[in-house]
């Protein structure tokens, strides 16, 4: 079992950035790829980027590739999500996720979610 509670979102003009941050419970985190996924108002969860369990391995969506990255710190239990050059078709909830695929996209393949960090991001 793990929890997962994100924090890091906020308030921020186009062309900022924001770090942003999961802090998950339980012994196994290690072991778990991480997931970061976005929902914005009126639209689907969509996929924004995965590391693997070692963090040798990442995967990103082409929509925040060269703007996001994806890191995280075993040790602390945490994952990071680094986002930069922010546009507003960004904003959105964004969630952090735990036990999919590196490779899978599917928000179906995560066995674990946090509740969200909004991100807003003005024009």
């Known amino acids: 079992q793990v929890q997962l509670v994100e924090s890091g979102g906020g308030l921020v003009q186009a062309g900022g950035s924001l770090r942003l941050s999961c802090a998950a419970s339980?012994?196994?985190?290690?072991?778990?790829?991480m997931g970061w996924f976005r929902q914005a108002p009126g639209k689907e969860r969509e996929f924004v980027a995965a590391i693997s369990w070692t963090g040798g391995s990442t995967n990103y969506a082409d929509s925040v590739k060269g703007r996001f990255t994806i890191s995280r710190d075993n040790a602390k239990n945490k994952v990071y999500l680094q986002v930069n050059s922010l546009k507003p078709e960004d904003t959105a909830v964004y969630y952090c996720?735990?036990?999919?695929?590196?490779?899978?996209?599917?928000?179906?393949?995560?066995?674990?979610w946090g509740q969200g960090t909004q991100v807003t991001v003005s024009s």
């Open positions: 339980g012994r196994t985190f290690s072991s778990y790829v």
């Open positions: 996720a735990a036990g999919g695929s590196i490779y899978s996209t599917r928000g179906s393949t995560y066995a674990y």
